[in-house]
């Protein structure tokens, strides 16, 4: 049986082992910056959630302003046919 450099073994081992704490800790880093991008991600959904309800309730008034303006003009129309002409 060949003789084995166990100091070798130790030291590449050691060193896995450091490079493994040193990955875990870039992962876990990550984890949290990925956990805090999320959560922002989350308030501008609600934020924009919140835009598209106010879009939909302006598009109804412009709506119902338009159909207004419609009512005026043929009332409008209406009184102008009634008038005089000179």
Do not use: C, W
Not at 48 to 74: D, K
């Amino acid at each position: 049986m060949a003789d084995v450099d166990l100091s070798l073994i130790l030291r590449n081992t050691a060193t896995a082992s450091r490079d493994a704490q040193a990955a875990l800790a870039a992962v876990s880093t990550l984890s949290h910056r990925l956990t805090g991008i999320e959560s922002r991600l989350s308030a501008f959904e609600g934020r924009f959630s919140a835009l598209e309800g106010r879009y939909a309730v302006t598009e109804e008034a412009l709506v119902g302003l338009a159909q207004s303006n419609q009512a005026i003009e043929g009332m409008l129309a209406e009184i102008l046919s009634r008038l005089p002409v000179k």
